[in-house]
């Protein structure tokens, strides 16, 4: 089976940004919706942001106007703008393409 792999996460002070990718293997992105999840310690893992294939976007109330959700078909990457970073945002991010299994996230820490 294949993974998606996300990068990109760290360290950043509030209102400060960062930009996740996702990318799976170099296998096609074209055709799959693309969401990002994100869990924070002792939380469930919540919906962030949604691309459909054919780049029409939803987002969660807590990141709209903020997060930015776009995708790559050429690079085959979808991507998650991050701005305005609060430390509520602190949590892994996870991106999910179906058919392809999940990854292993990559930890965002905003600090006050």
């Known amino acids: 089976q294949v993974q998606v792999v996300e990068s990109g996460g760290g360290l950043v002070q509030a209102g400060g940004s960062l930009r996740l990718s996702c990318a799976a293997s170099?296998?096609?992105?074209?055709?799959?919706?693309g969401r990002w999840y994100r869990q924070a310690p002792g939380k469930e893992r919540e919906f962030v942001a949604l691309?459909?294939?054919?780049?029409?976007?939803t987002y969660a109330d807590s990141v709209k106007g903020r997060f930015t959700i776009s995708r790559d078909n050429a690079k085959n990457t979808v991507y998650l703008q991050m701005n305005s970073l609060k430390p509520e945002d602190t949590a892994i991010y996870y991106c999910?393409?179906?058919?392809?299994?999940w990854g292993q996230g990559t930890q965002v820490t905003v600090s006050s």
């Open positions: 999910n393409i179906p058919p392809y299994d």
């Open positions: 170099g296998r096609t992105l074209s055709g799959y919706d």
């Open positions: 691309i459909t294939w054919s780049g029409r976007t």
